[in-house]
């Protein structure tokens, strides 16, 4: 886990590169209006810190984008890539939506519980998996599918999803 | 390259994202001319219009006509802001768009941006496209490169700035003024209407927000001409549409046909329906639009008149395949949860109308549905119908109203015997 600064000064906020990696994206933005900012630099902010976010995190990010904390917690809470609470180590995003359902998404989710042992919301014991249920992701076509981390996974069977967990889990 | 590939027109060449290819096919082409010849952006608005090219995301609104409203001499910036936050269920056309053909929506934005007189753009992004995103971010790093954004572009005096802006998981900034807010950094709760965002739209300046493969059509029918584009589809209904063909298909996929293709050819296409079943029903443009009987679905064309004649919409293309197998009650009690999950909570009958919609089908769905419940959930539908500031409440309506009224019989078969019909569920 990158070691942050979340008081003092907003030039030594966090590490320097991670204000670099925040700059680029305020640079896209007109002057004054760094608030724009404030998804990509969560996004960054909570993959660098094991995937979710703290309160500190927040607080720090109002200051040093010059807006208000509670602007800041609105978003968090607001879109469901973000997370307020600790997380597994890889993050697997069912999707159960209509297409996928169609195509037997049940059976994908069944099973990855029966494999974990856990249920969605809930993380695997050894801090290893986290199980989310989400809304269409966008690859109908390739339904049944889930995310995992950062990887899409489509035409999902059994066989498929033992090879993805078992490779993540070694 | 084939007649009707459009959006897809670099899919058979080898690393189609990228700048090489995309030159094979004319990229960059008509930008080249338009800057040289110092074409007048009347003459681009004049072949969009021609061209009868209709918004790609959904509502199908004609693009020319939403250009023209920009008011392009007005000092000060103007944006043009694309809505790749693909997120309609059945919907997964802009992202293949993103991943195999970016130079086209970036070549398709700066010639929008010249048009309305927009000098920066955004192309909002969900942020759960990883691999899009990546590719977007490399071809914009290409055509910066090669001097096709920023500062004096190509020589000629016009500048234009394009970036990349994530989202993070809302469905709800698909709405274009959501979108808007969610790129100012805030929830992404619909504005009022009017203004219009051709009047104040992204920090308050005019701006023009069209779909990915909306933009994605542009330089190709700046290449051939807006009637050649138009004449591809029907009477108003311009040029080809990518269809996702998904659920009870035997050949998932995306598929770009001339509007006006008639759904069964379509179907015919995507190797039919799965297990040589029957066909029950189809939702064509994405949940958001009314469920169609297989029956008379397969007497309809694929435009957004053809849909429309149907009783439906054509959406974003979506095309959801459901076969005799299945549960209509179980199917709509999804969908009917995404609404309810989806909600920004903003207007009261949307925040409380889609959970009453929810758990009425989900008690009806486990065998605990009352004789009163049918009429209950049509009134419920139809007092959110109308009632919001943004389509959310509609679309959350619409499947509810039509799924009842077409399938009536096993919502009752339901309400009766407490399980699904024979041979579904």
Same mark, same amino acid.
């Given at each position: 886990?990158?070691?942050?600064?979340?008081?003092?000064?907003?030039?030594?906020?966090?590490?320097?590169?991670?204000?670099?990696?925040?700059?680029?994206?305020?640079?896209?933005?007109?002057?004054?209006?760094?608030?724009?900012?404030?998804?990509?630099?969560?996004?960054?902010?909570?993959?660098?810190?094991?995937?979710?976010?703290?309160?500190?995190?927040?607080?720090?990010?109002?200051?040093?984008?010059?807006?208000?904390?509670?602007?800041?917690?609105?978003?968090?809470?607001?879109?469901?890539?973000?997370?307020?609470?600790?997380?597994?180590?890889?993050?697997?995003?069912?999707?159960?939506?209509?297409?996928?359902?169609?195509?037997?998404?049940?059976?994908?989710?069944?099973?990855?519980?029966?494999?974990?042992?856990?249920?969605?919301?809930?993380?695997?014991?050894?801090?290893?998996?986290?199980?989310?249920?989400?809304?269409?992701?966008?690859?109908?076509?390739?339904?049944?599918?889930?995310?995992?981390?950062?990887?899409?996974?489509?035409?999902?069977?059994?066989?498929?999803?033992?090879?993805?967990?078992?490779?993540?889990?070694? | 390259?084939?007649?009707?590939?459009?959006?897809?027109?670099?899919?058979?060449?080898?690393?189609?994202?990228?700048?090489?290819?995309?030159?094979?096919?004319?990229?960059?082409?008509?930008?080249?001319?338009?800057?040289?010849?110092?074409?007048?952006?009347?003459?681009?608005?004049?072949?969009?219009?021609?061209?009868?090219?209709?918004?790609?995301?959904?509502?199908?609104?004609?693009?020319?006509?939403?250009?023209?409203?920009?008011?392009?001499?007005?000092?000060?910036?103007?944006?043009?802001?694309?809505?790749?936050?693909? &997120?309609? =269920?059945? #919907?997964?056309?802009?992202?293949?768009? !993103?991943?195999?053909? @970016?130079?086209? %929506?970036?070549? $398709?934005?700066?010639?929008?941006?010249?048009?309305?007189?927009?000098?920066?753009?955004?192309?909002?992004?969900?942020?759960?496209?990883?691999?899009?995103?990546?590719?977007?971010?490399?071809?914009?790093?290409?055509?910066?490169?090669?001097?096709?954004?920023?500062?004096?572009?190509?020589?000629?005096?016009?500048?234009?700035?394009?970036?990349?802006?994530?989202?993070?998981?809302?469905?709800?900034?698909?709405?274009?003024?959501?979108?808007?807010?969610?790129?100012?950094?805030?929830?992404?709760?619909?504005?009022?209407?009017?203004?219009?965002?051709?009047?104040?739209?992204?920090? &308050?300046? =005019?701006? #023009?927000?069209?779909?990915?493969?909306? !933009?994605?059509?542009? @330089?190709?029918? %700046?290449?051939? $001409?807006?009637?050649?584009?138009?004449?591809?589809?029907?009477?108003?209904?311009?040029?080809?549409?990518?269809?996702?063909?998904?659920?009870?298909?035997?050949?998932?996929?995306?598929?770009?046909?001339?509007?006006?293709?008639?759904?069964?050819?379509?179907?015919?296409?995507?190797?039919?329906?799965?297990?040589?079943?029957?066909?029950?029903?189809?939702?064509?443009?994405?949940?958001?639009?009314?469920?169609?009987?297989?029956?008379?679905?397969?007497?309809?064309?694929?435009?957004?008149?053809?849909?429309?004649?149907?009783?439906?919409?054509?959406?974003?293309?979506?095309?959801?395949?459901?076969?005799?197998?299945?549960?209509?009650?179980?199917? !709509?009690?999804?969908?009917?949860?995404?609404?309810?999950?989806?909600?920004?909570?903003?207007?009261?009958?949307?925040?409380?109308?889609?959970?009453?919609?929810?758990?009425?089908?989900?008690?009806?769905?486990?065998?605990?549905?009352?004789?009163?419940?049918?009429?209950?959930?049509?009134?419920?539908?139809?007092?959110?119908?109308?009632?919001?500031?943004?389509?959310?409440?509609?679309?959350?309506?619409?499947?509810?109203?039509?799924?009842?009224?077409?399938?009536?019989?096993?919502?009752?078969?339901?309400?009766?015997?407490?399980?699904?019909?024979?041979?579904?569920?």
């Amino acid at each position: 886990m990158t070691e942050m600064l979340l008081t003092g000064p907003k030039e030594g906020l966090f590490t320097e590169t991670l204000r670099e990696q925040m700059d680029t994206w305020i640079a896209k933005y007109p002057a004054g209006q760094a608030q724009s900012a404030v998804i990509p630099c969560l996004h960054i902010l909570q993959a660098a810190n094991e995937g979710w976010l703290t309160t500190a995190i927040m607080d720090a990010l109002a200051s040093y984008l010059s807006i208000p904390a509670i602007s800041v917690y609105e978003v968090a809470t607001f879109y469901t890539m973000f997370e307020l609470s600790p997380v597994g180590k890889h993050k697997i995003s069912v999707c159960t939506n209509i297409s996928c359902m169609l195509c037997g998404s049940e059976k994908v989710m069944q099973h990855i519980e029966q494999k974990l042992n856990i249920k969605p919301g809930q993380t695997t014991e050894d801090g290893l998996f986290t199980l989310k249920e989400v809304e269409c992701l966008g690859a109908c076509v390739g339904a049944p599918m889930m995310l995992v981390d950062k990887q899409y996974h489509e035409f999902l069977t059994e066989d498929k999803i033992d090879d993805i967990l078992d490779r993540l889990n070694s | 390259m084939k007649l009707d590939q459009i959006c897809f027109r670099t899919s058979h060449l080898e690393q189609s994202w990228t700048l090489d290819a995309y030159r094979q096919v004319g990229g960059y082409q008509v930008l080249e001319n338009l800057l040289k010849n110092k074409m007048r952006p009347e003459e681009i608005l004049e072949q969009v219009k021609n061209s009868a090219l209709r918004g790609r995301g959904g509502a199908g609104f004609p693009t020319g006509l939403k250009w023209s409203f920009m008011p392009r001499r007005m000092p000060g910036e103007k944006y043009i802001v694309c809505n790749s936050d693909e &997120g309609e =269920p059945g #919907t997964c056309k802009d992202r293949d768009i !993103l991943r195999y053909n @970016p130079h086209q %929506l970036i070549e $398709g934005m700066i010639i929008a941006g010249y048009t309305i007189g927009a000098g920066t753009g955004y192309n909002y992004i969900r942020g759960e496209f990883y691999e899009p995103i990546e590719r977007f971010e490399a071809a914009l790093k290409e055509a910066r490169e090669a001097g096709l954004l920023g500062k004096n572009i190509l020589g000629s005096d016009f500048h234009f700035e394009l970036h990349t802006h994530i989202g993070a998981g809302a469905y709800i900034c698909g709405e274009e003024t959501a979108l808007l807010e969610s790129l100012e950094g805030k929830k992404g709760q619909p504005r009022y209407k009017p203004p219009f965002p051709a009047g104040y739209g992204l920090y &308050g300046r =005019p701006t #023009t927000i069209n779909n990915t493969e909306t !933009l994605a059509s542009i @330089p190709v029918i %700046l290449q051939y $001409g807006g009637d050649w584009f138009h004449e591809i589809g029907t009477q108003n209904n311009g040029g080809s549409k990518i269809f996702c063909m998904t659920g009870h298909v035997n050949k998932p996929g995306n598929y770009e046909v001339p509007l006006g293709t008639p759904f069964s050819e379509l179907l015919e296409l995507a190797g039919g329906v799965r297990d040589g079943n029957s066909l029950k029903a189809v939702i064509p443009g994405g949940t958001s639009t009314p469920v169609v009987p297989g029956d008379k679905m397969l007497q309809l064309d694929m435009s957004y008149d053809g849909i429309g004649k149907g009783g439906s919409m054509l959406g974003a293309g979506s095309v959801i395949i459901m076969d005799e197998k299945t549960c209509m009650v179980k199917a !709509l009690k999804r969908i009917a949860y995404f609404y309810y999950e989806e909600s920004c909570g903003q207007c009261t009958p949307c925040r409380e109308g889609t959970g009453w919609l929810y758990r009425v089908i989900k008690r009806i769905e486990e065998g605990q549905g009352k004789q009163e419940d049918l009429d209950r959930l049509v009134n419920v539908a139809e007092n959110i119908n109308g009632n919001t500031i943004c389509a959310l409440g509609d679309a959350a309506a619409a499947p509810v109203m039509s799924f009842i009224k077409h399938f009536r019989d096993e919502f009752q078969y339901h309400i009766d015997h407490g399980h699904c019909m024979e041979h579904t569920g």
